[in-house]
């Protein structure tokens, strides 16, 4: 069984889509350890495994830290809270949920959401979803806005930020 060695945290969209593939196409059982930098500022994404219908990211945010409204067309997927706090919106700015430590949301294809990172500590999270990758993973994983415009995870627009690490914090 290969283990998968923590490297960079992708940090853009190319990346992140391309660590998804590579770890898809091993054809042995992937082990994987959630550890992670904790972001002073932004976010930090780290693609743990992945076949062609699942992927798991390991994900670090600033506190504070959101993303904008949007929702992924053909993928469902779910967040289970690790360390911190996140609040869940979907349209009109509806709180979903309110999630702390071990707790989580699933959200269905199509489903419209956002979140904030609590502001006491780094929000950690492990997101499973399950989309059919191939052949084309860019579609697979593709979010949009509310008019329907395709919205990079990790353009300006998703409020993301230049990451920053604390050196000390795992």
Same mark, same amino acid.
């Given at each position: 069984?290969?283990?998968?060695?923590?490297?960079?945290?992708?940090?853009?969209?190319?990346?992140?889509?391309? @660590?998804?593939?590579?770890?898809?196409?091993?054809?042995?059982?992937?082990?994987?350890?959630?550890?992670?930098?904790?972001?002073?500022?932004?976010?930090? $994404?780290?693609?743990?495994?992945?076949?062609?219908?699942?992927?798991?990211?390991?994900?670090?945010?600033?506190?504070?830290?959101?993303?904008?409204?949007?929702?992924?067309?053909?993928? $469902?997927?779910?967040?289970?809270?690790?360390?911190?706090?996140?609040?869940?919106? /979907?349209?009109?700015?509806?709180?979903? @949920?309110?999630?702390?430590?071990?707790? /989580?949301?699933?959200?269905?294809?199509?489903?419209?959401?956002? *979140?904030?990172? /609590?502001?006491?500590?780094?929000?950690?999270?492990?997101?499973? /979803?399950?989309?059919?990758?191939?052949?084309?993973?860019?579609?697979? *994983?593709?979010?949009?806005?509310?008019?329907?415009? $395709?919205? $990079?995870?990790?353009? @300006?627009?998703?409020?993301?930020?230049?990451?920053?690490?604390?050196?000390?914090?795992?």
């Amino acid at each position: 069984m290969p283990e998968i060695k923590l490297g960079t945290p992708a940090v853009n969209t190319e990346e992140y889509l391309q @660590a998804l593939v590579d770890l898809s196409q091993s054809e042995e059982p992937t082990v994987f350890t959630m550890t992670a930098k904790l972001p002073t500022q932004g976010r930090s $994404d780290i693609p743990l495994g992945a076949t062609g219908n699942m992927s798991v990211i390991l994900k670090a945010y600033a506190s504070g830290g959101e993303n904008a409204l949007h929702a992924h067309v053909r993928e $469902d997927h779910t967040f289970i809270i690790l360390q911190g706090r996140a609040t869940f919106y /979907g349209i009109g700015n509806r709180t979903l @949920a309110v999630l702390g430590r071990y707790q /989580g949301i699933l959200l269905p294809k199509g489903a419209y959401y956002r *979140f904030e990172a /609590g502001i006491e500590e780094q929000l950690v999270m492990l997101r499973v /979803g399950a989309a059919e990758m191939f052949p084309d993973p860019v579609a697979a *994983f593709a979010r949009v806005d509310l008019d329907g415009n $395709d919205l $990079d995870g990790y353009a @300006a627009e998703n409020k993301e930020e230049p990451v920053r690490y604390d050196q000390e914090k795992w």
